[in-house]
RNA sequence: GCGAUCGUAGCUCAGUUGGUUAGAGCGCUGGUUUGUGGUACCAGAGGUCGGGGGUUCAAGACCCCUCGGUCGCCCCA
């Protein structure tokens, strides 16, 4: 028998256990809870999509596509890609099951994505998001739905301290487009004070440039075209609407010119979440309107919007956890009282009441572990049954129930 | 993909210029004590020093390769 190494975890993935899980828990039952208040329905996808789905989405050209997807062919030829993004899969969820009847939609899923990526401090291969959507919706009032329910989440999360809504608009398609020329040949003039990294960027993603964190970048940068001076008014008139409405349902922001976003479908508002409390991964949250995008699917011209936000990094920033206590815990004393503390275990969870038993170890020590496991209430248990508990004696229906319990 | 840094018991760590049988605390198991909400004491189990190769009389320590974590770049949520 050859002892053989045992397999490691695959780089960048996550065994989660404890508080990190907990915390992981938290998360994704405030983001049910919350989206619900909001009238989002859920949804449940597949992980693996047709290659195609997100190539022709996100932009062939982008880092996402080109270099970190998780494709392969499965058995019968095809390309099969592990989801990198919601959104795309989302979109073709849309058109193959012919939604377009329930529009506008609004949308809630969560689950795991894949990047292939260097891990790092809040960022993994495998990771998790919870993302809403609102497909088929032109309406500013759709882009302030999903910002004042992102706010609303943060905010019940309890890390809405330090953390900032800074908003963009990339106009409609013939302004981003304008903008997005002026950039090039602005750069392209400035091609001497750029870092290395942005004259990559000033051939496969020129906004990019704009925030880059390399201090040789900033000075060009911060005198670049801007994007209002290429606003249509139309596209003015939009995100004016949906400043208003963020500022009439209290929600705060801070306009950010040099916000752009990584994927190509994005048009008009743009925003994120930001935070300093993560180092080098400070989004959030983020999001923005994708009105090209389902067209790019072969689909018929439908206005979306949407945002996700990273599990993993909010579950970071969560400070107070609520605490996940045992009601009663049961030590059974003497083994002869096994069938007895069974039968009551089995009662108390019947009541609703989380239960569970210490009864393997040494007896002497079986009370110390119930104890720093901190139940509400420890039941004792000896030979000849329940005899009594011990725990703070409140009006809970706990107490109450251990009360009726004839000892 | 690039740079830096780290990897010793289940966990947190110590381990001298390379030198007997690699240690501590916590946790775990058992016992004694106490006696009904975290007692104290005693004992025990638990380590291919991330993995492979090299230098050396001798490697946890030095060199090379490799895997993984962390931090930054890049990318992005």
Redesign the pocket.
Known sequence: MA?I?TP??????QDMFGESEERFAHVVATFERVRRLYGFKGLQLPVIEPTAVFSRSLGEA???VSK?MYSFEDRGGDSITLRP?FTAGIARAYLTNGWQQFAPMKLSVHGPLF?Y????????RQ???IDAEIIGAAEPAADVELLVMADQLLKELGINDGVTLQLNTLGDTPSRDAWRAALVGYFNDHKHAL?E?SL??LE??PL?IL????PMDRPVAAAAPVIDDYLSGEAQDFFGAVTAGLDAAGVAWTRNAALV???DYYRHTAF?FVTDR??????????GRYDGLIENLGGPATPAVG???????LAMLIEQLPVQQLEAMIVL?NDAGLGQAFALLRQLRQAGISADMIA??????R???A??Q?????L?VNENGYYG????DTNSPLMNFLKSLAP
């Not at 901190?374 to 420890?378: G, K, L, Q, T």
């Open positions: 002892k190494q490691q975890a695959v780089r960048g993935t982008t880092d996402v970190e993004e990047r990526e260097r891990p790092q401090k809040g960022r993994y990771f998790h998001q870092s990294d990559a960027r496969k993603n990019r925030d880059s964190k390399d976003r990584g994927l994120e993560l180092g080098a991964q400070g989004t959030v949250l983020g999001g945002w996700a936000a990273g599990i993993e990094r004393e393997t170890g040494s007896p002497k020590k009370y110390d572990k104890v720093k901190n139940p509400a209430a420890i004792r508990f011990s725990g703070e």
